[in-house]
């Protein structure tokens, strides 16, 4: 099990979960109250790092996500030590900008360009891996040859929401083109245009969702072809601790 804390650990929660059952999971977006704090709000680095060091001093496993922007790209190299300080077991790092709100707003200046994502990322999450953390991050920017495959068609993932809409793509959830439903506690699919029709366009740019819903991270050569190929947003890469 894992419990979202959004960085408080109230009494309540831990009357009710064990060391054994339970990843206590904390959301850091700096390695400092200085980046941390205009992104997540005033004093939350400090609540965060506090909370964490109690759930570790009781035994609990604890896990941080990290989401990466351009506001707080050049910091993520200081957490690996950080969260190796703190006892930390597990990193995850997210991209900002490839699910949800942030789709229509191609150009975002958050979104990070593929050189910027691939200086950066995966050498922290190495350097994590190394200090002993498992590190878990997306993979984003398929490498030539490697096989693109949609959840959407390989995967049985459901994101359900309260108001009875269930997707299989995580980057629809602001459209109403939701495949499946909750009606009267059955699971229901919908007809018509659905998420589900896009699935099997073969584009190649990789992701078709992407493609629609966030042209702002492509590129192009001069004869019209992708530089590169966006993995499905659900991919992720995992690293070992070492040792
Ligand atoms: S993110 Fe793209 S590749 Fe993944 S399920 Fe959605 S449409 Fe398919």
């Given at each position: 099990m894992t419990v979202d804390t959004n960085g408080f650990l109230h009494h309540d929660l831990l009357a009710h979960i064990t060391q054994e059952e339970a990843v206590l999971s904390f959301s850091l977006d700096g390695p400092a109250p200085e980046v941390n704090d205009p992104i997540r709000g005033e004093g939350v680095f400090a609540t965060c790092t506090g909370n964490l060091k109690k759930a570790v001093a009781l035994g609990f496993t604890t896990s941080v996500i990290y989401t990466v922007s351009r506001l707080n790209l050049t910091h993520l190299r200081r957490m690996p030590t950080l969260l190796a300080e703190l006892g930390v077991r597990r990193f995850f790092i997210q991209v900002i900008?490839?699910?949800?709100?942030?789709?229509?707003?191609?150009?975002?200046?958050?979104q990070l360009t593929p050189e910027e994502w691939l200086t950066e990322v995966p050498p922290v999450a190495a350097e994590a891996a190394r200090l002993g953390l498992e590190v878990i991050f997306p993979k984003v920017f398929l490498e030539a040859g490697e096989p693109f495959e949609c959840a959407g068609k390989v995967a049985e993932n459901f994101f359900i929401f309260p108001n009875g809409r269930v997707y299989?793509?995580?980057?629809?959830?602001?459209?109403?083109?939701?495949?499946l439903r909750i009606e009267n506690n059955r699971l229901l699919a919908n007809d018509g245009l659905t998420e589900e029709r896009f699935f099997s366009l073969s584009i190649p740019e990789g992701c078709v969702m992407n493609k629609l819903?966030?042209?702002?991270?492509l590129r192009y050569h001069a004869d019209g072809s992708p530089s590169y190929r966006i993995s499905c947003c659900l991919l992720k890469q995992r690293l070992e601790p070492a040792g």
């Open positions: 900008g490839l699910r949800g709100k942030s789709a229509g707003k191609a150009g975002d200046p958050l299989r793509c995580p980057l629809c959830e602001d459209f109403p083109i939701h495949a819903l966030q042209p702002g991270n």
